[in-house]
């Protein structure tokens, strides 16, 4: 079985529940077990959030991918043409926000997944990618 | 998915609220705002909200959890959440949420028996709303 990639605009609030319910649509496809996809689903709630919240606009590209001893998994990238994020060193710290969130954003979200990679750039955007595998 | 299709049911000086559905974060805020307005109208004491069919809590509905149960504190309400999933439970500790000040039990009869008992929310119809609400708590849970 080979699931293709799929994109979601992530445009309004609404977008956020559409991304993480087929997020999780895909995780049960590749067979991880119910603690994983519940974690995938609330990873792709904050980063997908995020996104609505400080870039207005952007989207979420859901790839299956299989790791070099052939073990399934998902890969998520959550990217925006927003503002950047100007000290991500910070923002990756526990308590850190500059909304009205709690401060659990990246750093929570890095813990639910395996690999966590956040580029970003002044002005021209963010990309955060993300791979858990089953 | 609209908020108002969340039901709030009123049993003596308890508003259950089972939440059925997968939240959108306009859902989330309204329902909360319906709680509130509610507690106000009706002088419940003590607010039950089940989430053993939500599948996730993110950051926001954890913060909405929360604010609800300070706001009806200071509307002389406590608050309990019941039903959490293992899964759910797991992934909020990791991500590193608290839910403070909720208080939190495995199921509606036990929120009941903690509404009832250590928070003392009686009311004159006691042994009457005890029926009720135990049936209405076979309801909920069962699967």
């Known amino acids: 079985m080979r699931l293709q990639s799929k994109s979601i605009a992530l445009e309004s609030e609404h977008d956020i529940a559409v991304a993480r319910n087929e997020v999780r649509a895909i995780a049960v496809e590749l067979g991880f077990r119910l603690i994983d996809q ?3 689903a609330t990873v792709t709630s904050e980063l997908a959030r995020n996104i609505v919240k400080y870039a207005r606009s952007g989207q979420m590209i859901a790839q299956p991918t299989e790791s ?24 990756m710290r526990d308590g850190f926000t500059t909304g009205r969130g709690l401060g659990k954003g990246l750093p929570g ?10 580029e970003s750039e002044m002005g021209r955007g963010t990309r955060i990618t993300i791979v858990r595998w089953t | 998915m609209e908020g108002s299709r969340i039901p709030i049911l009123k049993l003596g000086r308890v ?5 059925q559905v997968d939240m959108d974060d306009q859902t989330v805020m309204l329902l909360q705002e319906r709680i509130l307005s509610e507690l106000e109208r009706t002088g419940a004491r003590g607010v039950l909200i089940d989430i053993s069919l939500l599948e996730m809590v993110d950051s926001f509905i954890g913060r909405m959890l929360s604010d609800i149960a300070a706001m009806a504190r200071i509307m002389d309400a406590r608050t309990v959440v019941v039903g959490m999933q293992p899964a759910v439970a797991i992934t909020l500790v990791e991500l590193g949420l ?23 929310i009686h009311d004159e119809e006691d042994e009457f709303n005890l029926r009720e609400l135990n049936a209405i708590a076979e309801q909920i849970n069962r699967p």
């Open chain 1, 109 to 118: 979200s890095k813990r639910l997944v395996d690999e966590f990679k956040i």
């Open chain 2, 98 to 120: 608290e839910l403070r000040g909720v208080d939190t039990v495995l199921n509606v009869d036990e929120g009941i028996k903690l509404l009832r008992g250590e928070f003392g």
């Open chain 1, 38 to 40: 519940t974690r995938l």
């Open chain 2, 15 to 19: 508003l259950i609220v089972p939440i």
């Open chain 1, 68 to 91: 070099a001893e052939g073990r399934s998994g998902l890969r998520l990238i959550f990217e925006d043409t927003g503002p950047g994020i100007p000290d991500i060193a910070a923002a």
